[in-house]
């Protein structure tokens, strides 16, 4: 999934989300499917967006103790996801034992999903943290953390914002994944987030992918908000 845009699918239904997919005719898409989405429609909503022929990213974000996510990756393994992930914030433990759950659920022959830990949400505020969190330092030294703990329970990667991934990528490694949300153009609605970025900031700062929302799917005309996103992460002008 490096160098994707990856639009979150984050619809309730099945019924909407053939209705958004069917408008990209047959661009080949990189999506994610998150808990709106996968709790109210269930494992099968992945096999018909892979036969569409999109990769998907299943953001479902566990947290539990170890053997609980071992047993639920287990079973995440064999639904089709390209890419899975975890909150660092649960523990090395618990980042290890989802890479195992993960291996013993991919068949013999097959690649394993990638599996990537949520360090801080791009919703969080340095406030919101220290307070809420209890959390003392900066928001930065937190995301750095958790990109190391996750690095060390041997995940592929972390989401962050795109402001913390030049720091990830020359304190841990270039290799090392980050999948940055909390994107927007130049002056659209920040929402719920609070860490955003334009595409051309993410790309400048070196993010392996951007997940965009609300950009695309509350626009007008998604295609055409998607090929504009799309030409501006890859630098190209349109
Ligand atoms: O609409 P918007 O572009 O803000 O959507 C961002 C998507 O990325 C949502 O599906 C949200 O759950 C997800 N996400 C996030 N921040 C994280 C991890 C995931 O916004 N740290």
Not at 75 to 91: F, I, K, R, S, Y
Not at 159 to 179: A, D, G, P, W, Y
Request: charged share 20%; with cysteine; glycine share 8%.
């Amino acid at each position: 999934m490096k160098q994707s845009l990856i639009i979150a699918l984050d619809f309730p239904d099945f019924i909407q989300t053939e209705k958004f997919l069917k408008q990209f005719h047959s661009e080949k898409l990189a999506v994610k499917v998150g808990m709106e989405l996968f709790y109210q429609n269930g494992p099968s909503i992945i096999s018909f967006v892979k036969e569409q022929g999109h990769d998907v990213f299943l953001d479902l974000k566990l947290h539990d103790i170890p053997n609980t996510v071992k047993m639920a990756m287990t079973g995440l393994a064999t639904l089709g996801a390209d890419m899975v992930n975890v909150h660092a914030a649960g523990g090395q433990m618990m980042m290890e034992a989802a890479i195992e759950g993960l291996d013993k659920g991919t068949s013999a022959g097959k690649k394993r999903p990638l599996c990537i830990g949520v360090t801080q949400l791009t919703s969080t505020s340095q406030e919101q943290m220290n307070v809420e969190q209890n959390i003392a330092g900066s928001l930065e030294d937190s995301v750095l953390h958790y990109a190391k703990l996750t690095k060390q329970a041997g995940l592929d990667g972390v989401v962050c914002s795109t402001h913390e991934v030049k720091n990830i990528h020359e304190r841990i490694s270039h290799e090392f994944l980050t999948v940055t949300p909390g994107i927007r153009n130049a002056g659209g609605k920040t929402h719920d987030q609070k860490r955003i970025a334009t595409p051309e900031q993410a790309r400048d700062f070196g993010a392996d992918a951007i997940v965009v929302g609300r950009a695309i799917t509350g626009a007008e005309d998604p295609l055409r908000a998607y090929l504009d996103m799309k030409a501006a992460w890859e630098g190209i002008s349109c």
